[in-house]
Every structure is written in C-alpha cells, then in structure tokens.
C-alpha cells in the first residue's frame, strides 16, 4: 500500500506506445474499418444506423489490433487475418450493446449509450444481428481452430456477465471471485484476439498459448485499470465520465480493496450505497476519499502491474521484432492510461 | 373468403402426423435432449436453472426434429445430426429469450416468462450464453457449410427483429412487408434447420436447395397459423392462451387483413387498440369479431395452405420413403393443429 505508481501522470508515455502500435497496423487497420462498414450494412435502416454509433464512437480498437498484430509477429502472409479482427470488434460491439442494456447505462465514451437513443429493444436485437454477422464472418475464414477459440469466448464472456449479475451489489465479494468475473467478461476475448493470431498462421503450439496468455493477463490488468479510472485514477478529482459504476452499483476491484481495508462504519457506508442502492448527494465523492484513504486505487494498479508483467513476460518466447515491441509498449499503454 | 378450412376441427390428422414423425425420430431426439441437458451446464448455477426453464418448458422441438428428419432422408449415417440439432434448437431458445425481452412478454406456453422469474437482464445474457454455445457445438462439426447456413440464419433472424420492431405498431404494414418479416425472424431457421441435414449428408445441390424450400415455407405456414391460433383460431371462443399479441400490440397477418378489409371506423379501432396502445376492456372481443366478419382469420389460414403446399412439392423430388411421408404429414400438423 503506499505503492507510488504512475497512472495518469506518465501519458506521454502510454500514449506513444499505442500511437506506435497503431502506426505499425495502419494499413491492416483500416482494411478492417471498410470491412466493418460493409458488413454492419442490411437494408433494415435501423441496423447500421445503431451499429454505427458505437462503432464509429471512437473506441480504440484495440482488440482487432491484437489480432493484426499478433498474426504479423508470426509472419501471416494471407488475409483473414483482417476478417478475424473485424470478427472480434462485432463481437466486442454487441456485448457492448447488451452490456448497457444490462447495467442500464446511459452514457458510454461519453455520449449517450444506443438504448437512449434506440431504446433497450433495438439494442438487444442490433447486438444479435452483430453476433450473427460476426460469426458469418469468422466461417468465411474456413480456420476451424480459431472458430473453436471465439465461439468459446463468445459463451464465456456469457458466462462472465451471468456472474457478474449474480453477484452484483454484494460488497462482500472476495478479490478472487471479482477475477473469475473479468476473466471471464473482459481477458477471455482478449485471449482469443490475440490467440487467433498464432492459429491463423499455423503456429498452434507454444506460440498460440504465449499469445493467449498475453492476451489474457492483458485484459485482466485493462479490466483492472478502468475500474480504478471510473473512480478518476490517482487524481483526486473526478473527471467528467467518472463514476459510472459507483452509479450503476457495480462491485469492482476498489470497492472490494475499500471495502475489506475499511471500518465498520465505512463498510456501511458501501452496503448502502451499492448493496441498497441507496446514494445520495456527496456519496460519491466520499466513496472516493474512502478509496483514497486505503490506497484502494493505487493498489488496483499495483495489481493490474502484476498481470501486465505476466503478459510481457508470455510474449518473451518471440524472437524480437517491431511487432512484438509494440505489443509489449501496449501494456504499458493500458496500465498509464488515463482515460 | 368465407372459404371453409378445417382448423382445429381435425385435430385427429394433425396430432397423428406429429406423433408419427415423433416416433420415427425418437432414439436421435432422445440424444439429442441428453447434448441439450450436457452443453447448458456451467458453473453459474443461473445459467442452467434458467435455460432448462425453456427448454424443458414443453416444446414440441419441431426445428431439431426437421434437422434430424432432414438428414434421415438423406441417408445420412454419422452423428453429427445429433449435435446440429441441438445447435439448432439453443438457436431457438436463444432469440425466445431475447424475443420475451424484448416484447416484455409476462408468459409463454403457459407459464411465466423467464425474464418474469429471472429478470431482463439474466434473460439478455442466458439468450447470449446459449448463443455462444450454439456456435461451439457446430463448429464441432467440422462442417463448414453447415456452419455458413447456421450463421446466416442467426444475422437474418435478428434482422427480422428488427424488422418488426421499426414496423411494430403500423396497422397499414401491407401483407408483403409482414411476409418479409416473418421470413427472416421465423422461417430462417425452418429453412436452416432442414436444409443442414442434406448438406452433412453431402447432398448440397438440389436436395439441400428443395429441403431448404420446404423449411422456409412450412415456417411461413406455422408463422401464419400461430398467428390466427393467438386470436383463438376459428373457434369463436377465445382460449385461456390468446390474445396475447394483441395484449403486446403486434401486427399479424390476421390484423392487416382485418385492417384492410375493414371500415374507416374499425380502422380507427385498430390504430387506437395497436397503434396508439389504448386497450380498454372488450377490446379483444371487439377485435376477434372483427377478424370474423371479414373471414380474416379463416383467410389467414388459407394463406398458410398455399405455403404448406409449397413446403410440400418441394420434397416431391425426394424418392419415397417414410421420412418424406413423416416430413409431409408434418405440414399438416403444421396447418391443423389448435395448439
């Protein structure tokens, strides 16, 4: 605890390390844009309308650039390798789409989530509509191994949220179960994106299990740092997209650590805020200064550094390359980022 | 109009032509029910406690019987069929609980809705779980085509969802636009489910193409026959499970052709009753007389006679055997049946 660690104080550096990635990938990248657009169209005007709200809404892609760039460290000469990015955003975009209709969001990057604009109806359909478009797109690939990989991920992100839900509101939830829910929710695709990179180019052994576990400690520390960013990061203040899931109820890593670290009083104070729902004027910022007090926000870090050091280190088994550097800088990226 | 149809008043024909095909395909269905039961399971109780509340909730499973059917005729001899079927039928359940989601539908086949028991939320993610394994089934398969049909069918299912959602409420939709929707959102998966069986038994060309005719058309005609059973069929009484699209305020072939063939005074009837929502006490009464006086649920049904007999020249290139004589006898059922 105590544990000075940069976070939202060191952006230049995370910054040039996704900016480096994203340089690396341009090409493959924007061959995987125009295959979105083309396969999000229907002649249901509503479908692309809605689709591309989230799409477009500047999301980093980032688990589509795991998989470009994962098949490019394993030397992938083909093409589907740009199907089975586009394959991972739909899929990415439609639990994005039933997440909100689920925790009932109303703003998501900072714009009004699709269901207020849609309504919850359109946004479970669109979702479906994404899921069926995803796995069309992944058969035409004809890769059996790396269809095996996202249908998998697609049952356990599933999974994850099931989890979540029965666990929702409960303060008391331990740190190992919270993992069991991201792992599952968040790490499992992030494992496939970049696993599929290694089966496409036949590299199924060592290489394929390297990139799972990066892919996976990965999205475990992502997971974790956007949990503590929704409470603002290290910065005291609290930025204008913060507080979400205080919002929401949501247990997360900070609340477990606050939560466990805290009094009897304070353990109160987050039953009824988040166990009760009931949070009034100031709760929020007292939620923060609670968190603040226990170091629960720089501790989450502290965590989420642990599983970023599992990824980099899973990825040593490559010789060196630019791909490989730039997948090890975006680790760094995910843990520094501040937004 | 005014043409006489038997419908529910030779039930002894219909019930007998399930019973046989039920009894001809007992030992693959009974396999077929042990995958069901051993692929819902997870460790998330939720999971199984809700899927099995549907899928044990009395369904004919007519849509893995055409899949097993399907491929009997075709000399099929692997074990495949057994996993395609219950691929096909987690598809099924999938988009009912997205369905009752989305149409906030309190019961189904008598019972309480699960997102009645169990929340929308549990709902939307469950209807996800079961999509997620729907596709792991059948990528275990190995057949690529099998799995380029099933895929599509899931995006053209959504799509019609959709369809009907931006169409919801429009008492002048024409009887084409209804006819487009339920091709997408009910006939998909006939036509899926039964032109599978063919392509896993290697007969892609012609015999994929008539089986799929034959699943797309006798879906037409169960979509247009559920439609009038949910006004109480012919019988002038209503039954304790009608009325229910009207209580949900959706369109159906009977309500366009009760529409249209109305008066400038029912059709104030049905804009207010389903377009603006005001339902008020006789108003089902009121409406089921008036599909009455315009022979609109007699003629919903005669429409269904004309997809069933398409359903039924489309095996005629089939040689005789008592799978084509089972899946023949089922349009039938399709078409008399009162329940």
Chains 1, 2 share one sequence.
Not at 216 to 240: E, H, P, S, T, W
Request: glycine share 8%; net charge negative; proline share 2%.
């Amino acid at each position: 605890m105590g544990v000075v660690v940069p976070l939202g104080e060191d952006r230049g550096r995370g910054q040039n390390a996704v900016a480096e990635l994203q340089a690396l990938v341009r090409p493959e990248m924007e061959a995987v844009n125009d295959f979105i657009r083309e396969r999000m169209a229907s002649d249901v005007p509503m479908i692309p309308e809605l689709a591309s709200h989230l799409i477009n809404s500047g999301g980093k892609r980032l688990r589509p650039m795991l998989t470009i760039a994962a098949s490019k460290m394993c030397d992938y000469t083909g093409s589907d390798h740009i199907k089975l990015a586009a394959t991972v955003e739909f899929l990415h975009t439609a639990t994005l789409l039933h997440d909100d209709v689920v925790d009932e969001s109303d703003m998501r990057r900072g714009s009004k989530t699709a269901r207020m604009l849609w309504g919850n109806q359109a946004s479970v359909l669109v979702g479906d509509f994404l899921l069926g478009r995803a796995f069309k797109l992944m058969v035409e690939t004809k890769s059996l191994r790396a269809l095996e990989i996202i249908a998998d991920a697609a049952s356990i992100i599933a999974e994850g949220e099931v989890m979540q839900l029965a666990a929702a509101k409960d303060t008391s939830t331990t740190e190992d179960a919270y993992l069991r829910v991201i792992s599952a929710k968040t790490a499992a695709l992030f494992a496939a994106a970049s696993e599929i990179g290694a089966v496409i180019s036949k590299r199924e052994g060592n290489e394929a299990a390297a990139l799972h576990s990066y892919g996976r400690n990965l999205g475990i520390a992502f997971q974790l740092v956007d949990d503590a960013l929704d409470y603002g990061g290290r910065a005291a203040a609290l930025g204008k997209n913060t507080g979400d899931d205080f919002r929401e109820g949501k247990i997360t890593l900070p609340v477990v650590l606050a939560f466990r670290r805290g009094t009897a009083e304070e353990r109160s104070f987050w039953e009824r805020t988040l166990q009760q729902g009931d949070r009034q004027e100031g709760d929020l910022e007292r939620a923060v200064e609670l968190m603040h007090r226990h170091s629960a926000l720089e501790d989450t870090i502290v965590r989420a550094r642990h599983y970023g050091a599992m990824a980099i280190d899973a990825l040593a088994i490559f010789p060196e390359s630019k791909y490989r550097d730039a997948l090890t800088a975006l680790v760094e990226f995910c843990i520094n980022r501040n937004h």
